[in-house]
């Protein structure tokens, strides 16, 4: 095992919620949201205009009863020189604890007292658990199982073991679902910043978490209750039943008819993105939202993308539209070189997150901060959200298990390169702010926009730059004796894999990458071997 390994292995038994690290100065960013992040002040002695000052059992911050009224029996010189240590040190530790939560201007975010908070900023805190959190079910609807002969070769030993018991189908999809969890939430947060803007709040979260009362509310007193029904009638739409556009249901039925996956098997990124652009189109007066998939993972063709963003035949403007690529940055693990475009995504006005994270093992990545990508966890089953014709029917109950305020964290350097990222593009002005930062973006680009479709679907134009993307991972001089490169056809997912393997030595091992279900080998030297996934 090498120590990305190792890391997961552990973090599959043990996975702590991440500590804030104010010192850093690293911003925070959340679906392009900026979170400054600024180290507590410094406590004086003469200054303590910024503290908050809060009460204390301590005598010392309680007027003396000495200085109220005449003392009745002289103190000690011991004595006095005790009470003034204790408040001495009461006063140090209050002001200390009180620096943390205080708020000296925009860019100084309040932090969190509450300690299953780990001192995170609260208003960061309020975003994060403001989005929504879709999560394996259970008790809903039985899916029923394929009678394809095959359909039982992808499933996992796990599904199979449980699901022994369940003779009319799948009745939880515990073990299997974790990527069409994501994507739901992908598409579930899209509906929400175009429908309730990005700025929303969950109604309550602010001044839940707060030390101090909140200032009063700017917005008319039926801001919240519209807000919830709104909210209900997004969640609605992704309830698990069979009569929710959707719910998991849907998303079955497409990839079993559609992608080649049958109920209990793990989706990839590519047929998750299927299932989302096929069930918007099926739903688009409900959704309101048009839905673009790249044909050729890293390619946005302009063209393209207006025929499906364009509000009709004859008005060609942009109305909001879903960016989904499937996409895979590397072999095993995502290449150095993408790193600083993935993080510099989740910083664009125009990000909807990332749904993938780790082999088979599906999260819903939503920000950042450095290195560290902040997730929803699919993997928690909870019981089945109902489906409710009226928004109205909703209990507060039922929608707060599609939120969350546990906070996950995981390295870029422990991500798994395949994933699905998404963008929604509201206008004809984002369009361009989107190009316009894709450009300014440092690091390799992981997005390309390109005028025109290839005529041949599938056929993506080579980029010189594609060349100076090779890196290798060998410190050692390497030998050019013998050079092999190798282009991987389209998967079932639909990832297109290319590798370069520049190696040299009489020795051979099999490398091998997943795309998918399927892989693709390679025989290369184990000497001084250089892979990279373009």
């Not at 552990?10 to 991440?18: E, G, S």
């Not at 309730?196 to 008319?220: K, M, N």
């Not at 960016?323 to 590397?330: D, E, N, V």
């Not at 109205?392 to 395949?418: N, V, W």
Request: net charge negative; charged share 25%; glycine share 6%.
């Amino acid at each position: 095992m090498n120590g990305v390994e190792i890391k997961r292995f552990v973090r599959y038994f043990y996975d702590p919620p991440p500590k804030y690290d104010d010192m850093s100065g690293t911003s925070i960013w959340l679906l392009g949201k900026e979170y400054k992040a600024t180290p507590p002040k410094p406590v004086t002695t003469t200054d303590h205009d910024d503290v908050v000052e809060v009460e204390s059992s301590s005598d010392s911050h309680e007027p003396s009863d000495a200085a109220s009224a005449p003392s009745t029996a002289p103190e000690t010189q011991q004595q006095q020189q005790q009470s003034q240590q204790n408040a001495s040190e009461s006063q140090n530790t209050s002001s200390f604890d009180d620096a943390q939560l205080v708020t000296g201007g925009e860019d100084t975010p309040s932090l969190s007292n509450d300690p299953s908070d780990r001192g995170w900023p609260i208003p960061f805190l309020d975003d994060f658990e403001s989005r929504v959190w879709m999560t394996y079910r259970s008790n809903f609807t039985p899916i029923p199982r394929s009678h394809d002969a095959d359909s039982s070769t992808g499933l996992s030993w796990s599904v199979r073991l449980r699901n022994l018991t369940e003779r009319e189908g799948f009745s939880s999809d515990t073990g299997w679902g974790c990527m069409i969890r994501s994507g739901q939430s992908l598409l579930a947060n899209a509906l929400i910043m175009l429908h309730l803007g990005r700025d929303w709040r969950r109604p309550g979260t602010h001044t839940s978490r707060t030390a101090s009362p909140s200032p009063p509310s700017s917005e008319p007193p039926t801001h919240t209750s519209l807000s919830t029904q709104t909210e209900a009638s997004i969640l609605s739409l992704f309830a698990d039943s069979p009569s929710a556009p959707f719910s998991i249901h849907r998303f079955v039925h497409h990839g079993a008819t559609s992608c080649g996956k049958h109920p209990g098997q793990w989706f990839g990124p590519s047929a998750t993105a299927s299932c989302i652009q096929a069930l918007s189109a099926e739903c688009a007066s409900a959704a309101g939202l048009r839905v673009y998939v790249t044909p050729s993972a890293s390619e946005v063709y302009e063209d393209k993308f207006r025929s499906i963003a364009r509000a009709s035949a004859t008005d060609a403007t942009i109305k909001p539209t879903l960016i989904l690529l499937g996409i895979r940055l590397g072999l095993d693990r995502i290449t150095p070189v993408y790193h600083e475009a993935l993080k510099s995504s989740l910083t664009y006005p125009q990000s909807i997150g990332i749904a993938g994270g780790r082999p088979s093992s599906s999260h819903y990545f939503i920000g950042c901060q450095g290195d560290l990508f902040f997730y929803l966890d699919p993997h928690e089953t909870r019981a089945f959200l109902p489906y409710h014709a009226s928004s109205a029917e909703y209990t507060d109950e039922e929608i707060s298990t599609c939120h969350t305020r546990r906070l996950r964290g995981l390295r870029i350097s422990e991500m798994d390169p395949s994933m699905l990222i998404g963008f929604l593009i509201k206008d004809e002005n984002d369009w361009e702010d989107w190009k316009r930062r894709l450009k300014e973006t440092k690091g390799k680009a992981i997005v390309h926009v390109l005028d025109k479709e290839p005529p041949v679907p599938g056929e993506s134009r080579e980029r010189k730059e594609a060349v100076d993307e090779v890196v290798s991972f060998d410190d050692e001089e390497e030998e050019d004796d013998e050079t092999v490169t190798v282009t991987g056809k389209e998967d079932d997912e639909g990832v297109k894999v290319e590798a370069s393997v520049a190696a040299s030595g009489t020795a051979r091992s099999e490398a091998e990458t997943e795309a998918g279900d399927d892989a693709v080998k390679v025989s290369v030297p184990q000497r001084d071997t250089a892979v990279e996934a373009v």
